[in-house]
């Protein structure tokens, strides 16, 4: 069974950071693609970062670029997304995602999700 479960979100102010994590099991970890999604009330699901180690892929949405960064350890089957210099707007759920392979931008394309972690940023 796939599981990817996330942790690491709650409250922090802004211009501070967090680090979320996703622990993954039930697939070849190193064959997915993961994605960190996010998304608020109303909005659509927004492509925040993916990696893929299997082509050495790593890309990042444009308000988060030189912001967040993505990384994994394929020892522990996880996948990290380091958020600096937060701002307000990025309060949301995160949700990381895994697909085969390679990124993808459409969610929908994302056949596993994990249930999402709560980022609040206070001005």
């Known amino acids: 069974e796939v599981q990817l479960v996330e942790s690491g979100g709650g409250l922090v102010q802004t211009g501070g950071s967090l680090r979320l994590s996703c622990a993954t099991s039930?697939?070849?970890?190193?064959?997915?693609?993961i994605a960190w999604f996010r998304q608020t009330p109303g909005k659509e699901r927004e492509g925040v970062a993916c990696?893929?180690?299997?082509?050495?892929?790593?890309l990042y949405g444009d308000s988060v670029k030189g912001r967040f960064a993505i990384s994994s350890n394929s020892a522990k089957n996880t996948v990290y997304l380091e958020m600096n210099s937060l701002k307000p707007e990025d309060t949301a759920v995160y949700y990381c995602?895994?697909?085969?392979?390679?990124?993808?931008?459409?969610?929908?394309?994302?056949?596993?999700w994990g249930q999402g972690t709560q980022v609040t940023v206070s001005s």
């Open positions: 990696i893929s180690n299997s082509v050495g892929q790593s």
């Open positions: 039930g697939f070849l970890f190193h064959d997915y693609a």
């Open positions: 995602a895994a697909i085969d392979f390679v990124c993808r931008s459409a969610p929908d394309e994302y056949p596993y």
